[in-house]
């Protein structure tokens, strides 16, 4: 149990298009689920804190109107990154918390965001 | 959340047990210490947390000192596949809280 995937695993876009990376908890409730980034040889870095049905909560320095949470459901959340530019190439990870019980978080297999 | 040091890597013989170290000396009553590890190119796995008790779970054992202000993550008998940066966090235990990552250990397990 405590399933989290990440969809798609590997994208790669052209400066200036949008690309949605989805999130999803497979077998639990999630009511909180957080986005991360994490460049070469570096440590996660907490973009943003998502609760469903809430606006995100988005740690200093994180562009909201950039990076574009969506929280819809309890096993759902997307981050759309907008007019991407080569810099914002990353890898992007999201983890999930259930909304009972045990209290570490889950994470999904991450993303690799490459902008040409 | 409080601060934790780690070293930033270590090496490790197959098949001998691997002992992460971890100090957090400004750790709260109400704080739990968490471990995780990321293999490359993966998201981070959760291993095992604990209070103040030693905990031990099929993955390893969790040493917290009487103090609470250090703590060591054992792998029993290391595998090439154990090869990982290992990351000890502390926080509150509510499950809405996020996770604070700093450098880790970067382990090598080596044949």
């Known amino acids: 149990g405590a399933v989290v995937s990440q969809h798609p695993s590997r994208v790669i876009c052209k400066s200036g298009t949008s690309v949605k990376i989805e999130c999803r908890s497979l077998d639990f409730q999630a009511t909180t689920m957080f986005w991360y980034r994490q460049f070469p040889k570096q440590s996660l870095m907490l973009m943003a804190t998502s609760n469903e049905g809430s606006k995100a909560t988005y740690e200093q320095g994180v562009e909201k109107d950039k990076f574009l949470i969506n929280h819809a459901s309890l096993t759902l959340s997307t981050l759309t990154v907008t007019s991407a530019h080569p810099e914002d190439s990353s890898f992007y990870i999201c983890?999930?918390?259930?909304?009972?019980?045990?209290?570490?978080?889950?994470f999904g297999p991450g993303t690799r965001l490459t902008v040409l | 959340d409080a601060k934790t040091t780690q070293p930033p890597s270590m090496d490790c013989a197959e098949g001998r047990a691997a002992n992460l170290p971890c100090n957090h000396s400004?750790?709260?009553?109400?704080?739990?210490v968490y471990w995780y590890r990321q293999i490359h190119s993966q998201g981070p796995q959760y291993i095992i947390h604990?209070?103040?008790n030693n905990e031990t779970n099929e993955m390893a054992s969790l040493i917290i000192t009487e103090d609470r202000k250090s703590s060591t993550l054992i792998l029993p008998h290391a595998t090439l596949r154990d090869t990982a940066v290992y990351y000890c966090?502390?926080?509150?235990?509510?499950?809405?809280?996020?996770?604070?990552f700093g450098g880790g250990t970067r382990l090598m397990v080596k044949p």
């Open positions: 400004t750790i709260s009553g109400n704080e739990y």
């Open positions: 966090i502390v926080r509150v235990g509510n499950a809405g809280n996020m996770l604070t």
């Open positions: 604990g209070l103040k």
């Open positions: 983890s999930a918390s259930r909304r009972e019980g045990l209290n570490e978080q889950f």
